[in-house]
């Protein structure tokens, strides 16, 4: 049996994350890359920190949840206001919602940027519920701003957003209701919401559930968003570790084999088609997010796979980047992205952390609590 966790990647990934962290406890989304450096993102973040959380760092994602609870407590009149607009049919515009990311001190940024996004919010209330379950941790200490999340996200999921990749704002995103929607069923499975807010969040994800069966799928797969046929790589998350949908079930099998048929070539995932950003090369996290659902539907050894192939991109100093180039959807949009933004981001730590977090799925030393997401979440979801 290989024991993933300790190959001199997976020491490098965990080493890099742990040494970036920043004092406040944010995770860099790349250090020196010019368009990400000095900016903490709640969608990187979250899944780092769950990486981190699962391969028994738990201080280190402690540390995150802090500093995302310290950024939502810090705004807690913001949120009230955006909320009362929101339940009394006066939704606050885009750039008035919470931003996608923050300074590591938890300021908003002053660069422009594809700010509203409200996936990281239901991503972090995921994560920080399984490492409070995992690690048997008191959840009473990020309470306040999993109460104040949880109020943000039933008046406003509904809402068209910018996607995991920034883009596309006037689309709802099925991968964004399926982090949503995980994030408040972790937080009633946990018990620790305020009694007032228990019915509006039951209410809002089962609303989600139903929204994704009814108009969230084309040919028995999930789509990229409500009322396309396309795919996009970020979904296979919505698989595992979401759980939003079962890996085994009729969905889950015809996401994970559309995934691999439309976006994947020899083991490297594309977002989607179409992409131009960079050319639009293969991302290894999602390579890892893929093998993550192969290996929760039992496929191991497409996991494994999955896995080499996103190894297989770090660089000789063992940094892992974005995206790679040697298959491109737009080749000719290569060069302007670099004379815009400079060479993709490297190391990228939520590409470490999705490594790892495969790697965890696959060494056989950590024990399946650590890695499961409730089951109880499948209640009610497309299958
Ligand atoms: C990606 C986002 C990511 C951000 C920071 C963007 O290019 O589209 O998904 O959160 O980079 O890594």
Redesign the pocket.
């Known amino acids: 049996m290989q024991r993933y966790l300790d190959s001199p990647l997976s020491r490098r990934s965990a080493e890099l994350i742990l040494r970036l962290q920043t004092p406040e406890g944010a995770y860099p989304?790349?250090p020196t890359f010019s368009?990400?450096a000095g900016y903490s993102?709640f969608?990187?973040g979250a899944f780092i920190a769950d990486s981190m959380s699962v391969i028994g760092e738990i201080e280190s994602a402690s540390r995150f949840f802090d500093w995302c609870s310290r950024v939502l407590v810090d705004r807690v009149d913001h949120v009230r206001w955006i909320i009362t607009q929101a339940r009394s049919g006066r939704p606050p515009g885009h750039d008035q919602m919470l931003p996608?990311?923050f300074t590591f001190a938890g300021h908003n940024g002053d660069d422009e940027w594809w700010d509203f996004q409200l996936d990281g919010y239901g991503t972090w209330l995921w994560a920080v519920v399984e490492h409070s379950r995992r690690h048997a941790l008191d959840l009473d200490r990020w309470e306040p701003a999993i109460s104040m999340t949880v109020e943000y996200l039933t008046t406003s999921w509904s809402r068209p957003c910018y996607d995991?990749?920034?883009e596309h704002s006037d689309h709802v995103h099925v991968s964004t209701l399926a982090c949503v929607s995980a994030g408040l069923d972790a937080v009633l499975s946990s018990g620790v919401m305020e009694a007032g807010l228990v019915d509006a969040a039951r209410e809002a994800s089962s609303q989600i559930k139903a929204t994704v069966f009814e108009r969230g799928l084309s040919d028995g797969h999930l789509v990229k968003w409500l009322g396309s046929t396309a795919l996009d790589g970020s979904l296979a998350a919505a698989i595992a570790p979401l759980g939003f949908v079962g890996a085994r079930s009729i969905v889950g099998q015809r996401t994970i084999d559309q995934l691999e048929r439309q976006l994947t070539v020899d083991g490297g995932t594309h977002r989607y088609l179409g992409d131009t950003?960079y050319g639009g090369g293969q991302w290894p996290l999602l390579s890892c997010f893929l093998g993550l659902a192969h290996a929760a539907a039992g496929d191991v050894s497409r996991a494994r796979e999955l896995y080499d192939w996103a190894a297989s991109t770090a660089n000789s100093d063992l940094e892992l980047p974005?995206q790679v180039g040697g298959h491109l959807i737009a080749p000719g949009m290569r060069a302007e992205w670099v004379e815009r933004w400079g060479s993709i981001?490297t190391p990228?730590l939520?590409s470490h952390a999705m490594l790892l977090r495969l790697g965890a799925a696959l060494d056989p030393r950590i024990p399946p609590h650590n890695l499961a997401a409730r089951s109880g979440r499948e209640e009610g979801a497309p299958r």
């Open positions: 989304a790349s368009a990400y993102w969608r990187d996608a990311r995991w990749w920034e950003f974005e981001a990228l939520w």
